[in-house]
């Protein structure tokens, strides 16, 4: 696609539900990442994929929290009894990347979704 | 210690003015550095990154690296009231695709 899609845009849920959040990267883009974003404050690193390579979990703040990446393409985020303090926005980025990690060619530059606002009541 | 640290702000600048912003970063093995502009609830869009000492330019924007002393920053000369947004500064470490981000600074310019 032209761009970063996320689905839903907005999710209102009560406590102790599950939610799944969904980002289709840019085409071609072989690195996703996904970030969280509380009200006011900076971007949280969550999980990145590259490739067929293992994913980087060391940001997930719980084991509520899961991802999972279908194909090298589409990626869900599962929140597993969600708590108030889930409540953010939940963003996704793509970027391209090449194989030189001496030289940063930009290769690194993410294209973020718009986002999806997670409301847990 | 925060892996990237900014100051929340508000930096108020009068338009035309030279805006400066500052990040430090704890991780000396950090090699590329990113600039990300947030409008007020929208999505971080990249404004430039730098991986090499020195000055690099791009328009009205300025990024600075100083890898001694493990701090870069952005200059917007002119600065015009759309560009009052939050600034959020990126470090990626060697040997890893991670990107970790600062809380950001919030610049607001006045006509």
């Known amino acids: 696609g032209a761009g970063v899609s996320q689905s839903p845009s907005n999710k209102v849920t009560e406590k102790g539900k599950d939610v799944e959040l969904r980002c289709d990267p840019i085409s071609g883009h072989t690195a996703l990442y996904w970030y969280r974003q509380s009200l006011g404050q900076g971007l949280e690193f969550l999980i990145y994929?590259?490739?067929?390579?293992?994913?980087?979990k060391s940001g997930l703040p719980s084991d509520r929290f899961s991802a999972e990446r279908t194909g090298g393409s589409v990626s869900t985020l599962t929140i597993q009894r969600t708590q108030q303090e889930d409540s953010a926005v939940y963003l996704c980025a793509s970027s391209s990347r090449t194989g030189d990690r001496s030289r940063d060619s930009g290769a690194n530059v993410l294209t973020f979704g718009a986002g999806s606002r997670l409301t847990v009541l | 210690q925060k892996e990237v640290e900014q100051n929340s702000g508000p930096l108020s600048v009068p338009e035309g003015a030279i805006a400066s912003l500052n990040c430090t970063y704890s991780d000396r093995g950090s090699q590329s550095f990113f600039w990300y502009r947030q409008y007020s609830g929208k999505s971080p869009e990249l404004i430039m990154f730098i991986y090499s000492n020195g000055d690099k330019e791009d328009g009205r924007f300025t990024a600075q690296l100083n890898k001694a002393s493990q701090y870069v920053s952005l200059l917007i000369r002119d600065s015009q009231p759309s560009d009052s947004a939050t600034y959020l500064c990126?470090?990626?470490?060697?040997?890893?695709?991670?990107?970790?981000f600062g809380t950001g600074t919030r610049l607001q310019v006045f006509p």
């Open positions: 990126a470090v990626k470490r060697y040997n890893t695709d991670k990107l970790i």
């Open positions: 994929f590259q490739g067929n390579s293992a994913p980087d």
